[in-house]
């Protein structure tokens, strides 16, 4: 019979033992929404990623051991999540400025390489933005206002994109070292 411990308390498990690990999940998680979150699982005594999840969600319950789930509410990620993007801005600014070095440098194809990696990470912040946004509760203002002004954010990725399929090193550039930088210190200034 598995053992299910849900943040540090065992609980009856035998409730589940007709269903699939997937299944069983995708149950607590609509138990515990909309005030809390899955944050980490460990199954079998093993960390549980996306790939372990994936690979292992047909498996019958009843023929696990041990599955442990921790929690948080959703106020508290917020919150977590704003001070990791806080810290994450001086980072991103340098990539900012690592782009533009290699873009202007004979290194032009790391440059493109690190432009990738670089609106990846934009998209994470913007994404970020909308949970922190819709889970944050500060006194005194709405959800809207918690979330920062994101206007210019999706025309310059637009502009970014025109720039790179006409590869126009000296716009894209101009764009990182002149828009972006400008948006990424109003974020952080608003997270702040």
Same mark, same amino acid.
Request: hydrophobic share 30%.
């Given at each position: 019979m598995l053992k299910l411990t849900l943040d540090g308390?065992?609980?009856e498990s035998g !409730?589940?033992?007709d269903l699939t690990l997937s299944q069983m999940i995708d149950g607590l998680e609509k138990e515990l929404a909309p005030e809390r979150v899955i944050v980490a699982m460990s199954l079998n005594g093993q960390p549980l990623n996306r790939g372990d999840e994936k690979n292992n969600a047909a498996k019958p319950v009843k023929e696990l051991d041990s599955l442990v789930i921790d929690t948080q509410h959703v106020g508290a990620l917020a919150v977590n999540t704003l001070? !990791? +993007?806080i810290e994450y801005f001086p980072q991103l600014k340098a990539h900012v400025e690592e782009s533009i070095r290699l873009l202007q440098s004979e290194k032009?194809? &790391?440059g493109h390489l690190a432009l990738g990696? +670089?609106? &990846?990470? +934009?998209q994470m912040?913007?994404?970020a933005w909308h949970g922190i946004s819709r889970f944050l509760e500060v006194e005194g203002r709405s959800p809207q206002e918690v979330m920062p002004k994101m206007n210019g954010f999706n025309g310059l990725l637009k502009d970014l994109l025109t720039a790179q399929q006409n590869t126009d090193i000296v716009q894209i550039c101009d764009l990182l070292e002149f828009e972006l930088i400008t948006i990424l210190d109003q974020w952080e200034t608003h997270a702040s």
């Open positions: 308390r065992e609980m !409730t589940y033992n001070h !990791t +993007l032009e194809s &790391e990696s +670089l609106i &990846e990470g +934009l912040v913007s994404s």
